[in-house]
């Protein structure tokens, strides 16, 4: 089911939004992910020489990635973390936004030379979508979104969407073949897909709390968004419906950043944690809390 629902669409006629417009454009949005690995070195090379990322700044227990200068996703290590179960609540995938249709297939044709499996590959309507997992299983998305002005809303105003099969062969052989000089400058993280234990659950933390909205659903799934994006953040109870709360030390996602263009949307989402008495570290404008499935969320103001 991996590439069911996972890089769904959105509409609205807005102008077209490339991911180097998606951080300006968006009251909030996910800017960032954490893993915790097994092997450093190893799975930070792999990002980098897979998807293209630069290192951004690196030290002995920890290195942050990015393109263009951005950061977009930390890997660091810690010797007594539990291996993290794949049916319980963690990451399901990080999905690495690119410019344009160009750019989505030049990096096939250098995933496909270098040999990596791909898991799936979707066409959302909104987007085009190709799924894979790093060497320690943590799942990732690749994709690039269709102009907004394709994009249609139904009349409860939720997005417009499909899983049809993608035509990998025809993205392949229009793609440049002039080589891959790594992950293009406006790449960004368009969005993180959860693994939850309860939907309800989720509506409430995402909805009532971070102020998102519920973009469309899916059996076992919902997507939730700011400024009519298909979706920030998804959650699905696919692989972990009714599973327990993540406790210690974990692999896989150990915490994401959501950032806020709109400060009474922050002041929103800090004024709900303080009425639900959900435990917040504040520093500055940035608010650090565990969600409801024992991941870490920074908010940034």
Do not use: C
């Not at 309860?198 to 009532?208: G, I, S, V």
């Not at 692999?251 to 709900?272: C, E, K, M, S, V």
């Amino acid at each position: 089911m991996h590439d069911a629902l996972t890089g769904a669409p959105a509409g609205g006629d807005q102008p077209k939004v490339h991911s180097a417009d998606h951080a300006v454009s968006m009251p909030a949005f996910v800017d960032h992910a954490h893993l915790l690995v097994r092997d450093l070195p190893m799975v930070s090379s792999w990002y980098q020489r897979i998807l293209g990322l630069s290192p951004i700044e690196t030290g002995q227990s920890g290195t942050t990635l990015g393109a263009g200068g951005r950061p977009l996703l930390t890997l660091t290590t810690a010797g007594d973390a539990r291996i993290g179960s794949q049916r319980g609540p963690g990451l399901f995938h990080n999905a690495f936004l690119l410019p344009d249709r160009t750019e989505l297939g030049r990096w096939l044709a250098h995933a496909a030379h270098a040999g990596v499996p791909l898991q799936g590959a979707s066409d959302h309507l909104v987007s085009e979508a190709i799924y894979l997992a790093d060497p320690e299983g943590n799942g990732i998305e690749v994709y690039r979104d269709r102009p907004r002005s394709d994009w249609r809303f139904e009349p409860d105003g939720t997005v417009a969407m499909a899983t049809l099969p993608l035509d990998l062969q025809a993205l392949y052989d229009e793609a440049p073949k002039t080589g891959y000089a790594g992950a293009p400058d406006a790449t960004t993280l368009g969005h993180i897909h959860l693994q939850v234990s309860a939907l309800p659950e989720a509506d409430a933390f995402f909805r009532q709390v971070l102020g998102l909205d519920l973009m469309a659903t899916y059996p076992g799934a919902h997507f939730y968004a700011s400024g009519q994006y298909h979706h920030h953040v998804g959650a699905n109870i696919w692989n972990s419906r009714g599973a327990t709360r993540r406790e210690g030390l974990t692999t896989g996602l150990a915490d994401y950043t959501i950032q806020f263009n709109d400060p009474a949307r922050f002041a929103a989402a800090l004024a709900a944690l303080d009425r639900l008495e959900i435990p917040v570290i504040r520093s500055g404008d940035r608010a650090r809390l565990t969600d409801p499935w024992g991941i870490g969320v920074t908010l940034v103001a």
